[in-house]
């Protein structure tokens, strides 16, 4: 004969550690996800490395990068695997992340980082499936990109924070 009541004892046991094992879970994913986006604000030295080679047409090494570190230009770095213990790291040595604004904005000043258009030019635009033509009223950095102002000739429209994607060279 069946012992009905152990055996509901034991299924409530087991739905009690599976809530609570559901719980951590949630939990942990909640850092995780937090993590990953607070991760977004730092560059380690590859991809420090990979803006140089993509935005410059510059290789550089990782002592180059070591050297701006120790003379401070990259700000404050920090571990990462103390920092984002719940993110996957590579391994090997220690991997050191620089405050994604401070690098970016060390690399514009020494001109590693710069626009493809500069103010005054004039440059050609896609606009409702016709091409435009324009001039450069002003140039911004937003993170490692640059939007412009563009002012219409045809118009005098000025369009704000227009993509270098969207710009052609004539």
Known sequence: MKDYDLEIRLVKQKIADAQTLLSQLEAERKNYLTQLEWRKAFLSSREILDILETKAGRVGSMATVKRWADQGYLGDCIDERETFPLLVSKQGNKRFLFPRESVLTYLYKKGYLRPSFEVLD?????????????????????????????????????????????????
């Open 122 to 170: 004039r440059v050609q635009l896609r606009r409702d499936s016709k091409c435009c033509w324009g001039m450069i009223t002003s140039v911004e950095r937003s993170d490692q990109h640059f939007t412009y102002q563009v002012q219409l000739e045809k118009t005098g429209e000025v369009l704000m924070s227009v993509a270098e994607e969207e710009l052609l060279i004539p």
